[in-house]
């Protein structure tokens, strides 16, 4: 089968690839190492009529039905070596082409990042060591004391996606007791984990730290709000792992700027990076950091090796893990 690597950009896929998967990718399919772009495709159509497979990652290029028809006409699959692919991934579906996406290996970092903070935050780490910089050793062990550890208390996680649930299976080793927002997660997917649904409000009301992992598309633009954030406990932190338009952020602002108990870490915001002179950088009580949960460094090739199984398994015949359908597309991030 003829593939090729398709990508607007140049500078991580050949870490995504790495010169083993790229070698054990070649024997599977008739592929080079060279990086193909959509200017390309649209300038010298015929030169890929018969191109079966596409590989990619960040960067993939977005394309009309029509482009999709007249430059691969013989295209069968897109495996894409990252997380989302909200961006590229309809027109190719429509088009009849199976897309195959490495959101589970990106989700392992997100949800080890999220957990590192989730726990740190239970111990009152982020509000005690403030306290602790500006008032003093006394200060902060008291407010320290007002936070519970690690040991039955509430965790609150809104969307039970991939990594949402990621991140429940790895709190399952501390005792902790854990509720989710999630419409489309089941009662009996809900047992499975060993949480408890629950609305928007309760979880905003009872969990010490609520971490949002809501799927990016129009229903969830705006969701978490004043009303919510006013909800939260005493030294309560707020974690944003997902996407930044989930959340209004001039309400989040509000609510740190009104309580300075609360705490809001932010790796995702909306736009990104935040405007200039933006409150997210000085309120001493939101720590920001630029979208770094996600797979970084040598981490990023895990998302490269799932891809290389994705398409052993589909050359083989045997069943694939990790394709995405239109109807995934309406709760994936």
Known sequence: MKAIFLCQQTDKIWKIYNEETIEAIK???????????KEELLA???SFCDVEIVFSTWGMPEMSETEIKSTLPSLKCVFYGAGSVQAFARPFLACGVKVFSAWAANAVPVAEMTVAEIILANKGYFVSSRVYSKEGRGAASATFARCAGNYGETVGIIGAGMIGKLVINMLKQYRLNVLVFDPFLSDD???ALGVRKCSLEEIFEKSFVVSNHLA???????????ALFERMRENAVFINTGRGAQVVEDDLVRILEERKDLTALLDVTYPEPPIVDHPFYTLENCIITPHIAGSAGDEVSRMGEYMLDECKAYVSGKPCKYEVSVEMLKTMA
């Open 216 to 226: 990016n598309n129009a229903q969830t633009v705006g969701m978490l709000n004043y």
């Open 27 to 37: 024997g599977i399919v008739d592929i080079e190492k060279r990086i193909y772009s």
């Open 44 to 46: 010298s159509p015929e």
């Open 189 to 191: 997917a809900a047992d």
